[in-house]
C-alpha cells in the first residue's frame, strides 16, 4: 500500500490539486502553517486509485495530482496496508 | 510653476522625456530599466503624435528607434547591460548617419546576466567603446531622481545639438528609488538644426555638425552607415574621405568636452578629493556633509554629470589635491580615464555585488590620505 | 530511475510563484524522459531567459542557461558537435517568440534533433507582465495597458511552415496528454515543439480577470479545442471564440534532419 | 532626524506599497524628505519582501538604509530574514498572527491580518492596518498626511476600506493592543 | 512622373555585375510607385546590408540603407512615427532569410503597412557567394563546397504562417507580373512581401552550373510554376522538381494592420 | 618538419585553428574575415568530429560556439567590426561562464558598416569592454601571416588555460595578405585542466580557475550566466558571491599578464620608443630597419603580440626612452591605455582610412624627437 | 516616332535584352567598345512596338527591353518619324 | 633587391590569380619572398580590379606598394586608374588590345588577349600570357619557378592550356612582338 503525503516544504498551497483529484481527496486548506502557506487537507486519501491499486498493476494509475502539482509537493510513501473497512467511493 | 511628486528614478527619466517633448518609445523589457517603458506605454498613446512600442528585441528597438529620430521626433530606448550589448551594432549605425536618439541604460550587475536587480556601473566604458570602430559619444549620469529627470531632458537637447546617441547611464540604486521631484511645467529646449534648402546633407557647418533634413521634407536624403561622402554616397574605398568622416564625428563631441561639461564642484582647496558620479555620488555627498559635523574641510569633490566626453580640465580645478578618490560601481572605470590626464595618484575605490560604498568605507579610504 | 531522480532537490522549492504552471510542466517532461529511459548523463537542459528557462537549473544533469532568446543556437552548438546527447531546450513565450523568433525559425528549417518546449503564459513573466507576441489581441499587461493592439502568433503554424518534423500543443492542465506529446517530441528525430499554453497568476492572470489560479485553470481546461474538433468546425465554417485555441498534434514527418547521433 | 524604517513580509502583502505610502505621504503630506528603496529580485517572489523608507527633515544623502531603527513585519520568513538583527533600541510592529518569534527590542504586537480579515472583511488591507499602527506608535509622520498618502496611492473605489483599515490600526495602538 | 525620374542619375551606372538580376527588380518597382503615383517627397526606401540592399541609393528619395537584417526593424520606426510616408523596403534571401528573420516574421504578425521586395538570389552576393537560407539542398556556394544540407525557407509560406496581408512571388525575369505584384503590395493596408528570386551569376550562378547569364534567365523562366497550376498539381499528387518554385499570388487578406496613415 | 605554403593571412588562421585541433566552427559570414569560414567550411567537414556551421547571424555563431565548447571541444567563430558589436552580449555570456573559446576579428573601419574592405584597428578597446560590466580577456595581434597562424594556436591554448574567450584581433590588411608561411607538423598544445571527480564546478583551484567538466561526462554541471556559486546555482542577490566571482574572472587573467605577456624588444637601449601591435608593427620594422642603413641606432620598438591584458611592467624596459611612438589604425586606443601607466610621454600616431602608415610617415614622427 | 537606345556608358553588356525581346531586336555585339564591353546591336529597331505605337496609344505597349535591363541603360528618345517603308515583322 | 609589381584589368580576367601564381612561384619554387595584396571592395565589381606583388630576396617588412616598378595593364580603365601614373623608371606590360592609352615609361605591348583568342581558343588564358611576357620580359622570377606557380595554382585539366599560354606569353616577348 502506499500513502499520499504532501511535503510541506514545498506546497505554496495554490490549491491546484483540489480542482483535479477525480476523488476530491484535495481539500483546500484553511489554516496558515508557519510559513504562511494553506496547504490542503487530504480527505479519505485511501480512496485514492494509485494508492490503492499501483502496487497491483505494478505501474502508475493516477497520479494527476502528482504530476500536476507545480511545487513537486505530492508524492506516495510507502504505508502498511489499510485495515479493511468500507470505502464509500463518490464518482 | 512646478509639481513635487514622489517617484522613482525610472519613472523621472520617462516623465524628462515627456517633458523634452519625446514622441518615439521603442524598446524591450529587461529589469531594472522596464518602469521607463511602462510609463511610456501608459502616457505615450495620450500624448498627439506619440507613440510607444515594444519591439522583438533590442536590436530593432534602438533601430525602430533611429528610424523614428529620421521622421524628425525625438525618440528614446530604455534598456539595460544584455539589452545594451546587443544595441552596439546599431549604435555605432546612430554615430555614422548622426542621428539624435536618448538611449537609457540602468546598470546592473554584469557581465551577462549577473545580478538583473542589483545597482552597478559596469557599463561605463562599453558606452563609450562598446561598438566597433572609432567613435565618441555623451554620456550622462545622475545621481537623484530630480536628475533622472532634468539629466533625461538635456540628453535629448544634447542628442539634438550634436546629432549623436546619447546615454543616461543611470544605475538600479537610482532608477528604482523614489525620492522627492519637482516637475516643471516647461523645460529648456534645444533642437535639431535645420539643414538649409540646397545644402548637402551631410555637409558639417563650422561647428562640424550638418543641419538636420527630416524624411519627407523633399531634402532626399541617402542614409548610410558605410562611409559616405557629403551627398551621404557611399566611398568606401577613399582613405581619406572616412578619415574626414570619422575625425569629425569624433571632434565634433569631444573638441566640445570642457565646454558642455556638466558637474559640480565643493571645496576647490581640498587636499583629498573625491571623483564621483551616479549612486555613488550620493555617499561621497554623506561624507561631505558628515565632515563639517567633523569640524573638518579636507575633503572636496568634483562630481560629475556629463562623463563622456571626459572633461579632463576640471581636474586641475584642484590645485592641493593630493589623491583622487574615485568610487565606482565597477572595478574602476573612469578611474582609468583620470589616470591618463593628471599626475596626482588616483585611488579607485571599487565596490561590486550590487550594494553603495558605505560613508563609512569612503571615509576610512579618504582617512589613509588625510 | 523515476522523474523524481531527475529533479535537483537541493534546489526545491522551486523560485515560482504559488500557482504557476511552470512546476506541473517540468514534472510532464521528467516524466517522459524518464519513461524513455534516456541516461541522465546523456541529457542536456538547455534555455533562455525568464522564469519558464529557469526549469533547467532544477534538473540534475548538464545544464546551459543562456541568454535571453538564444537557447537553441548554443543548444545547435552542443548537439551538434556531441550528436550523442539529448537535448530538451526549455523557454516561453517571450525567449522564444520576441527575441528568439529567427534561431526559432531556423532550426525548424535546418530539422536540427532537438526537443523545444514552450511555455506559453501569454506573458512576460520574470520581468513582471510586459506583453510578449503572444499576448492575445485586446489583453491587458504592463505594456498593454489599453490592450494589445497586435495581432499574436500562432507558433505552431510558425514552426509547421519552417519545417519543423514534431508539433504540437497542450496545456500546463493537460498533464497526461502533455507527456505523451513530450515523449513524441522526444523520440522524434529533427525537430520538435511542444507549445505549453500555461497560467501565470502573478503576472498575467490578475491583469486579465483571471484573480485566482483557478481561473486560468478552468480557462485552460475549457478553451482548448482539440485539433481534429477545429478541422470539423473549420468545414462548418465555424469559427474559433477569441478565447479558445486549439490543442493537439499539428504535424508529425520526417524530412531530412541535422545533427542524428548515427 | 533622520529615521529608518524598514518593511517586510511575502509577496501579495503589499509590503512594498505600504512603504511608498508612508514615503509619499512624508514627501508630499509632511514636508519631509523620504526615499524608498526596495529589495527585487526573484528571491523575492516565493521568499520574504522587503522595502525601506529614509525619513527626514533635512535632505537625504546616502540613501539606502544603514540602520534601520522602525521595523514593521508581516511574516515569519521576514522576521528572520530582516528583522531578528534589530538593535535593542528599535521598535518593531509584528503582525502577531504571522510572526511567531519576537525580538529583543521593544515591539508592537498588531493582529493585523486576523483583525482585517474580522472586522474588515479583506485580509488584502493588513499592511495598510499596520501603517496606521506604526504611525499611531511613532509619529513618524503626521496621521492627516498618512491619510492624504493613502487616498492618492490606492486604486480608484477602495478608498473607504483602506482608511478604516488605518483607522482600525490607529485603534489597535491607542487601545493599547499592541503595547509590549 | 516616370520611373526614370525616380533615379539618382549621378550615381548610376551602379555597383551591379553585368547581368545582375537586381537591376531589373529595381526599374519594376520604381515603375510600380510612378505608376501608383507616390509623392517622392513622400516615399521612403529602407534596406539593409547586400547587393539587393544597395538599392536605395540608387533612388532619388530619403532613404535608409542600415544594418545588415534590420531594414524592417528601422522601418517600423519611420512607418509609426509618421504614418504619412510610403515605405518600401529592398533586402536579400541573406539579410532577410537569415540575420532578419525575426524582425521579418514579427512584422508579418503585426502587419505594419511596409512593402518589402525580397531580392532571393540563393546567395549572399556582397560577400562573394556564401550560402544562404535560400540556398536549395544540394547546390554549392563558398560555405557549402560539398553541397548546401540544410533545406530551405520558403520565405513566402512563412510570411503567410506569420500573418502577412500580402504575399506573392516572381522572379527578375517575369518583369511585367513582378511589377503588377508590387503595386498590388503598395496598394495592399498592412503589411506586404513580395519574394522576387533573381539571377547572381557572379556568385551563385557559375558555381551551380548555371555559367552564363542566359542560362540564369532561362531556368527562372523555366521553372517557375504558377500557383494555380501547382494547385492543380498538388490535386494531382505531383511534386515539383527540385528545381521547380511556385510563383504568383499567395494571400491577399486584411487582418488587422499597423502604421497605416489615416 | 613543416610545409611552406604562400598564404593568406586568413587561410593561415584557419590552418591554425585545424592544427591546433579546433573541431567546430560556427559563424556567419562577413568581409574582410569570410575566407576564414570559408576555408573551413572545406576543410572541417574532412576531419573527423569537424563540424562547420552557417549560423542565422552572428548572435548564433557565437551562441553555438560556446555550446560546442561545453561538449569538451575546441571551437571558434571569425568574424568582423558589425559581427562582433551583435556577440558582445554572448561573449560576456562566455566570460562568465568560464567558456573557452575563440574569436577571431578581422578589423576593418567602422564605425558602422563604415568601410567593410579597409584595414583598422579600431575594435581594440571594444575587445576588451565592449561587454556589460567588468571583466578581462585575453587578445591577441598578428602582424605576419605566420603569425595568424602561430597566434591562432597560442589563442586556443590560452583559452583553454584560461577559461575565457580569447580574441584574435587581426586586420584586413594582414588577413588579407598572402606571404611565406611555414606549417609545423605539430604545434605547442595546452588543454583543459580537467574537473576532478566530485568538486563543484565553479569552485576554482589556486590559480583561480576551475577545472572544466565537459557536458556528457557525468559532472551534471549547471551552466548560467547569472551571478553563481561555485556549485554553479544562482545567487543573484548576494553582493559578496557576485564580488567574489566577479574579481575572481578579472584577476585570474590581470594577475598573469606581465606573465603571458608575447612581445619582442628591439633596442633596449633606445630614446625613441616605438610601441605597436598588429599591420603597424610591418611599418615600423621596416623603419628600425631603415635606420641601420642611415647608421642610426636611436630607435627602439616594443611589439605586443599580446595587448590585452596589457603588460605595462615591458614599458620600463627602455629606461631611456623619452617618448613612446604609438602607432595604431585608430584615433589612439592602446595610447591611452599607455597613458595610465608611465610618465613617458606618449605620442599616438593615428591612421585611419584604411591604409597602413608609410615608413616615411613614421619616421618623420620620430624624427620630432631625435 | 521614338528611337530605341541604348546608353553605353550603362549598358554592362550581359545581352539579357537579346532573350526578351519579341522581334529580336536586340542582338549580341562584337566589338568591345573602349570599357572593354560589348554592347548589343540593334537589328532593325523600327519593329519594336513600343517605337512604332507608343504615340499612338499614349502608352509604354512592351517596354519589356527596357524594363529588364538592369543596368537603366535602354531607353527611348524623340525621333523624326521613320520615312515610309517595308517592315517586314517576323513572329 | 625589392620588386613591386602592380597588375590591373577588370574582374573576371584573372588580375588576383595572376598575381598570386606570381607570388607562390616566387616564395616556394624560387626560394625568394613576395607579398601580395589587392584591392577589394565593391567598386573593384565593375570597375578596375588591382593586385600587386612585392618581390624579394630579403624579408619583406612594410608589405605594401610604395612605387611599384612593373605594372601588367589588361583594361583602359585599369590604365587610367593605376597605370596613368607610373613612373618614367618603371616597366609596363599592357594587352595591347585593350588598353588604348600608353605610358610615359618603357612598354611592352602584348596582344594577349587577341593572342589567347587566336591561338588557343580560349580568351580566358590572356593573364597566363601576361605572366609568361612578364617574367620573359622581367625575369623577375625563373620561369622553371613560373611553370611550377601555374601548375600548382590552376584548376585540374587545364594545366595544359594554361602551360601553353604561359609560353606564349615567353614566345611573344622573345618574337620581339611587345618591344615598346
Ligand atoms: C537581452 C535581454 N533582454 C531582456 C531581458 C529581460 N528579460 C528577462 S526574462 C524576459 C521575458 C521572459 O518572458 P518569457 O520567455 O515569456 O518567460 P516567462 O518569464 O514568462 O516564463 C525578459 C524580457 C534579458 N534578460 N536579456
Ligand atoms: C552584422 C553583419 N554581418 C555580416 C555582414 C556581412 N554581409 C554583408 S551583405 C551579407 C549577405 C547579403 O546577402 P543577401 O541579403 O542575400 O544580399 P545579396 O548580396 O545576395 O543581394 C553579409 C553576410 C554585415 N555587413 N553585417
Ligand atoms: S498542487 Fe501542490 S503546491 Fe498546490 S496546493 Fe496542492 S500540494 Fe500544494
Ligand atoms: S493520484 Fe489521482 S486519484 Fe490519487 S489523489 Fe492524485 S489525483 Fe486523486
Ligand atoms: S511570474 Fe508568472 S511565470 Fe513567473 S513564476 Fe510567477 S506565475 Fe510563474
Ligand atoms: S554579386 Fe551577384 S547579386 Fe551582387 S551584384 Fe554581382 S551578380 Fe548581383
Ligand atoms: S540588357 Fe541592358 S545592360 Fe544588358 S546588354 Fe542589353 S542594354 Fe546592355
Ligand atoms: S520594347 Fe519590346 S519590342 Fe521594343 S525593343 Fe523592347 S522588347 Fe523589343
Ligand atoms: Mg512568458
Ligand atoms: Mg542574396
Known amino acids: 500500500m502506499m500513502k499520499l503525503f504532501i511535503d510541506e516544504t514545498r506546497c505554496k498551497g495554490c490549491n491546484i490539486c483540489t480542482m483535479v483529484c477525480p476523488y476530491s481527496i484535495f481539500t483546500p486548506g484553511d489554516t496558515p502553517n508557519r510559513r504562511g502557506i494553506y496547504v490542503p487537507v487530504l480527505d479519505r486519501p485511501e480512496r485514492c486509485t494509485n494508492c490503492r491499486l499501483t502496487y497491483l498493476y505494478g505501474r502508475q494509475l493516477c497520479g494527476v495530482c502528482s504530476m500536476i502539482c507545480p511545487d513537486q509537493a505530492i508524492s506516495w510513501i510507502a504505508d502498511e496496508p489499510y485495515s479493511a473497512r468500507c470505502v464509500v467511493i463518490e464518482y | 510653476m512646478s509639481r513635487t511628486e514622489f517617484f522613482q528614478g525610472n519613472i523621472a527619466c520617462a516623465e524628462g522625456a515627456l517633458a523634452a517633448g519625446c514622441r518615439f518609445f521603442g524598446g524591450y523589457p529587461i529589469t531594472p530599466s522596464t518602469e521607463v517603458a511602462e510609463h511610456l506605454a501608459l502616457k505615450l498613446p495620450k500624448v498627439k503624435g506619440g507613440c510607444f512600442i515594444q519591439m522583438e528585441d533590442e536590436i530593432a528597438g534602438i533601430a525602430a528607434v533611429i528610424g523614428a529620430s529620421w521622421t524628425g521626433v525625438r525618440a528614446m530606448t530604455a534598456t539595460s547591460g544584455p539589452g545594451f550589448s546587443l544595441m552596439m551594432e546599431n549604435i555605432g549605425y546612430a554615430i555614422m548617419t548622426e542621428t539624435p536618439c536618448v538611449i537609457v541604460n540602468i546598470q546592473r550587475g554584469g557581465p551577462s546576466t549577473g545580478q538583473p536587480t542589483m545597482a552597478a556601473q559596469g557599463d561605463m566604458m562599453q558606452c563609450r567603446f562598446g561598438s566597433h570602430g572609432d567613435s565618441s559619444i555623451i554620456a550622462l549620469c545622475p545621481a537623484s531622481v530630480q536628475e533622472c529627470f532634468e539629466l533625461t531632458v538635456k540628453a535629448f537637447n544634447l542628442a539634438d545639438q550634436f546629432r549623436t546617441p546619447v546615454f543616461l547611464m543611470a544605475d538600479e540604486a537610482i532608477g528604482h528609488m523614489r525620492e522627492r521631484i519637482s516637475i516643471p511645467d516647461s523645460v529648456p529646449y534645444t533642437g535639431r538644426k535645420p539643414a538649409e534648402k540646397d545644402t548637402l546633407p551631410f555637409k558639417p557647418d563650422e561647428d562640424l555638425i550638418p543641419g538636420f533634413a527630416p524624411f519627407g521634407s523633399g531634402h532626399h536624403v541617402p542614409v548610410t552607415g558605410l562611409t559616405h561622402d557629403w551627398r551621404g554616397y557611399p566611398a568606401t574605398t577613399n582613405p581619406d574621405l572616412h578619415a574626414e568622416l570619422v575625425s569629425r564625428l569624433y571632434h565634433k563631441i569631444e573638441d566640445k568636452r570642457n565646454g558642455i561639461a556638466d558637474y559640480e564642484i565643493e571645496n576647490r582647496e581640498a587636499s583629498v578629493v573625491f571623483i564621483c558620479y551616479g549612486a555613488p555620488a550620493r555617499t561621497v555627498a554623506q561624507v561631505l556633509h558628515d565632515q563639517k559635523h567633523d569640524g573638518k574641510d579636507d575633503l572636496g569633490c568634483l562630481r560629475l554629470r556629463i562623463v563622456w566626453p571626459f572633461p579632463e580640465a576640471l581636474l586641475e580645478q584642484f590645485p592641493h589635491a593630493s589623491v583622487f578618490i574615485v568610487p565606482e560601481l565597477n572595478l574602476g572605470m573612469i578611474s582609468r580615464e583620470i589616470q591618463r590626464h593628471t599626475a596626482v595618484p588616483v585611488r579607485s575605490v571599487s565596490k561590486i555585488g550590487g550594494e553603495l560604498h558605505t560613508p563609512r568605507e569612503l571615509l576610512q579610504v579618504a582617512e589613509e590620505y588625510r | 530511475m523515476t522523474r523524481d531522480d531527475w529533479y535537483r532537490h537541493d534546489r526545491l522549492p522551486h523560485i515560482y510563484c504559488s500557482g504557476c504552471g511552470n512546476g506541473s510542466i517540468i514534472n510532464c517532461v521528467l516524466e517522459a524522459v524518464s519513461d524513455i529511459g534516456w541516461n541522465i548523463d546523456e541529457t542536456v537542459f538547455i534555455s533562455g531567459i525568464g522564469c519558464s528557462s529557469r526549469a533547467p537549473g532544477y534538473i540534475q544533469t548538464d545544464s546551459l542557461h543562456t541568454t535571453h532568446g538564444r537557447a537553441i543556437a548554443f543548444a545547435t552548438g552542443v548537439k551538434l558537435a556531441n550528436p550523442d546527447l539529448h537535448i530538451v531546450i526549455f523557454t516561453g513565450d517571450g525567449d522564444l517568440g520576441a527575441i528568439g523568433g529567427n534561431h526559432f525559425i531556423h532550426a525548424c528549417r535546418r530539422n536540427i534533433d532537438l526537443t523545444v518546449i514552450c511555455i506559453n503564459n501569454y506573458i512576460y513573466g520574470m520581468t513582471g507582465g510586459q506583453g510578449s507576441p503572444l499576448t492575445p489581441y485586446g489583453k491587458k499587461s504592463t505594456t498593454t495597458p489599453y490592450g494589445a493592439c497586435e495581432m499574436p502568433f500562432d507558433l505552431c503554424n510558425l514552426a509547421v511552415a519552417a519545417g519543423a518534423n514534431y508539433v504540437s500543443r497542450w496545456t500546463s492542465y493537460h498533464v497526461t496528454e502533455l507527456t505523451k506529446a513530450v515523449t513524441a517530441g522526444l523520440l522524434t528525430e529533427g525537430f520538435s515543439f ?52 486549439v490543442v493537439g498534434e499539428f504535424i508529425r514527418q520526417s524530412r531530412p534532419s541535422m545533427g542524428v547521433s548515427r | 532626524m533622520r529615521h529608518e524604517v524598514r518593511f517586510s513580509g511575502f509577496g501579495g502583502q503589499g509590503i512594498i506599497l505600504s512603504a511608498v505610502i508612508l514615503g509619499r505621504a512624508a514627501v508630499l503630506y509632511d514636508n519631509k524628505n523620504a526615499v524608498q528603496t526596495q529589495v527585487y529580485g526573484p528571491e523575492a517572489r516565493g521568499g520574504a519582501s522587503m522595502s525601506a523608507v529614509i525619513i527626514d527633515d533635512e535632505d537625504i544623502l546616502f540613501p539606502k538604509v544603514i540602520n534601520p531603527n522602525i521595523f514593521v513585519i508581516m511574516s515569519q520568513e521576514g522576521f528572520l530574514k530582516y528583522g531578528a538583527g534589530a538593535p535593542g533600541n528599535a521598535v518593531m510592529l509584528l503582525d502577531s498572527g504571522l510572526v511567531h518569534d519576537r525580538p529583543s527590542c521593544r515591539y508592537y504586537e498588531i493582529p493585523a491580518s486576523r483583525e482585517a480579515k474580522d472586522r474588515l472583511g479583506k485580509i488584502i488591507v493588513a499592511n495598510i492596518v499596520m501603517l496606521g499602527s506604526l504611525v499611531a506608535a511613532t509619529g513618524i509622520i503626521t496621521k492627516e498626511a498618512l491619510e492624504a498618502g493613502i487616498l492618492s496611492s490606492v486604486p480608484k473605489g477602495t478608498e473607504d476600506l483602506n482608511i478604516r483599515a488605518m483607522k482600525l490600526g490607529f485603534d489597535l495602538i491607542m487601545e493599547g493592543k499592541g503595547e509590549p
Open chain 3, 194 to 245: 511542444i507549445e505549453v499554453i500555461s497560467q501565470c497568476p502573478t503576472s498575467y492572470g490578475r491583469r486579465n480577470s483571471l484573480r485566482e489560479v483557478s481561473d486560468q485553470i478552468l480557462y485552460l481546461k475549457n478553451n482548448a479545442v482539440l485539433h481534429q474538433r477545429w478541422k470539423r468546425m473549420q468545414e462548418k465554417g465555424e469559427d474559433l471564440s477569441s478565447d479558445q485555441f
